[in-house]
């Protein structure tokens, strides 16, 4: 006789980790076993926030998602807060701490912290953490075959395997396979977000790397109409772009361009200014002044020389028609984006299962009587900042509870 468990969590991750947990909170009496594929439990946590784990943002709600409807996300969001995550962390003898930017860190400034105490959470809430032990396929009712060949029965399954960034974590995209084995759909398009991105080799921007300033950057429809628009930091890199801004827009642009080739991404290196304010503002001073007091001196030279303006013109030598041109390139510099860096550079995986496909009071499946789904395998994702932690607490929160409440 194969060994039985009433829930079966599949995926370690912060998302399944916080559903054990509360599964067990909710019936202590049944038994919890969480399975992970991974030799190292945890890595995604591990390596998050640049290795300090941004556990959540201060302000958080549904507009910093993308994916499913904001109504369905923001329901979620709502059972579980920002006040409750640092208060669950608290409990577990994790403080947090914000910084200017909103984001909210361990005092520790060790992302270890976060994870260790989410371990001995769930292993005091008598969780059995089963490891390396990848789930290879799920029959319904329900039979959890590993890809070692082991075998094991459970009343319920929580699936919460994750997305496909960072995919040597154990976050490899096979989750997807066991949802729709169950009857779920995966949204048409899955592809990387939070990503890097790549611009033509050679482009004057990458000449530029280890250069960061702020910019605005815009996601427009090939007809012109704004998309999506971010402010922050932007790092020129030796293939491209990265940093904050870019992040955050690189889904909105990918998203963009799968049903509009046409869609394209433009900087404005002085937020707040417009190609005719840039373009009045250089009347007066010499180009090189207005600019170096504004932008990074190798930034202001490299956009003059796209311009084609010498950095030494004086005011009263450059054309109206060279005028126009700087400013468009300080204001509305085209970005010839040829791809993105993928799911190895990838913080998030946009797309997933549409959260239409659950019921959102407890995460239950309306496809499978006895699965739950929860964390970034849902069509659900976030802007830099601890956004996509807070899903997958307040998912992971969700689908443990509504779980346990009907075994
Ligand atoms: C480099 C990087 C930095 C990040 N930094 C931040 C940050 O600071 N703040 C923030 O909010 N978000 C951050 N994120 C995003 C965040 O880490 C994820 O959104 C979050 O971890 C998703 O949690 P999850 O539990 O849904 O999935 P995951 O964390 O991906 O966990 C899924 C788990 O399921 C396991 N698994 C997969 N398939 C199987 C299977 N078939 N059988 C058994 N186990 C399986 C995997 O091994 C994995 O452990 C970062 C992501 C990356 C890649």
Redesign the pocket.
């Known amino acids: 006789m194969s060994e039985r468990v009433d829930m079966a969590v599949?995926?370690?991750?912060?998302?399944?980790?916080?559903a054990a947990i509360w599964a067990r909170r909710t019936a202590p009496g049944r038994s919890v076993a969480l399975?992970?594929?991974?030799r190292t439990?945890?890595?995604?946590?591990l390596?998050?926030?640049?290795g300090?784990?941004?556990?959540?943002?201060h302000a958080v709600d549904e507009t910093a998602f993308a994916g499913s409807s904001r109504g369905a996300i923001r329901k979620v969001l709502r059972r579980f807060d920002v006040p409750a995550t640092v208060a669950f962390f608290r409990e577990l003898g994790v403080e947090l701490k914000r910084e200017e930017t909103g984001?909210l860190f361990p005092t520790t400034d060790r992302?270890r912290t976060v994870l260790d105490a989410l371990l001995v959470a769930a292993r005091g809430e008598g969780v059995v953490i089963r490891?390396?032990?990848?789930?290879?396929g799920i029959e319904p009712g329900f039979v959890l075959k590993?890809?070692a060949g082991a075998a094991l029965d459970a009343a319920r399954v929580v699936l919460?395997?994750?997305?496909m960034?960072?995919p040597r974590?154990?976050?490899?995209?096979?989750?997807y396979a066991?949802a729709r084995a169950l009857g779920h759909t995966i949204t048409a398009r899955v592809f990387p977000g939070?990503v890097p991105l790549t611009l033509p080799h050679g482009h004057f921007l990458c000449a530029l790397s280890g250069l960061s300033a702020p910019a605005t950057l815009e996601v427009r429809s090939g007809r012109g109409r704004r998309l999506a628009s971010f402010t922050d930091s932007t790092l020129c890199t030796h293939f491209g772009l990265s940093g904050p801004a870019v992040l955050d827009v690189s889904r909105y642009f990918i998203h963009a361009r799968f049903h509009d080739p046409d869609a394209r991404l433009v900087a404005n290196w002085l937020p707040g200014s417009t190609v005719e304010s840039v373009d009045d503002a250089l009347r007066g001073p010499p180009p090189a002044r207005f600019l170096a007091a504004r932008l990074p001196d190798r930034l202001a030279r490299t956009l003059c020389e796209a311009a084609g303006v010498t950095w030494s013109t004086p005011a009263h030598q450059l054309t109206r028609e060279a005028r126009r041109t700087l400013a468009r390139a300080v204001a509305e510099l085209p970005l010839p984006v040829t791809g993105d860096r993928g799911y190895n550079?990838?913080?998030?995986?946009a797309g997933g299962v549409p959260l239409a496909e659950l019921d959102l009071d407890t995460m239950e499946s309306r496809r499978c009587a006895g699965l739950s789904l929860?964390?970034?395998?849902?069509d659900v994702?976030?802007r830099?900042?601890?956004?996509?932690?807070?899903?997958?607490w307040a998912?992971?929160y969700v689908a443990g509870i509504g779980g346990a409440a009907r075994m």
């Open positions: 599949v995926g370690a991750g912060a998302a399944g980790l916080m399975f992970d594929g991974a439990l945890g890595a995604k946590i390596v998050s926030g640049g300090r784990c941004n556990v959540t943002h984001k992302a490891n390396p032990w990848r789930v290879a590993s890809s919460a395997t994750g997305g960034s960072l974590t154990g976050s490899d995209g096979g989750g066991l939070l550079y990838a913080e998030v995986t929860c964390g970034e395998i849902c994702d976030g830099i900042g601890g956004f996509n932690f807070q899903w997958a998912s992971g």
